[in-house]
């Protein structure tokens, strides 16, 4: 998905660690076609977030499995078409992501791999 020209792609993360937090946000303002929105530490206490500004992309923690999505999130993450996620769990051991993303980043993970996940989206 190709920003419109002189639009920066807005982002979100939700991310339970304050440390992935800041990681995430420090890599984001590294890619100046980028632009962090917000943040929040729980599924849960991100609707408010959305209420405010849907992002064009969001990073998106799976801290436990099965990955269960909260109940107002499902309508907003089912038809969301830019969320990258990032967890410490091997892609397999997912199993079903009751919703779609674009692409996976195994924590830790470093900024060559984050920014190919970006590109990943934009591609769309």
Do not use: N
């Amino acid at each position: 998905m190709e920003a419109a020209s002189g639009q920066r792609i807005t982002c979100g993360i939700i991310e339970k660690t304050a440390i992935q937090r800041q990681l995430i946000k420090s890599y984001i303002t590294q890619l100046p076609e980028l632009e962090f929105r917000w943040e929040a530490e729980f599924q849960e206490t991100s609707y408010a977030c959305f209420e405010t500004h849907i992002p064009d992309l969001l990073f998106m923690s799976l801290g436990q499995l099965p990955v269960k999505v909260a109940p107002l999130l499902r309508p907003i993450l089912t038809h969301h078409s830019g969320i990258i996620l990032t967890t410490g769990y091997y892609l397999k051991e997912l199993g079903e992501i009751p919703f779609p993303f674009v692409a996976y980043l195994q924590k830790p993970f470093s900024f060559k791999m984050f920014a190919a996940s970006v590109d990943s989206f934009k591609q769309l």
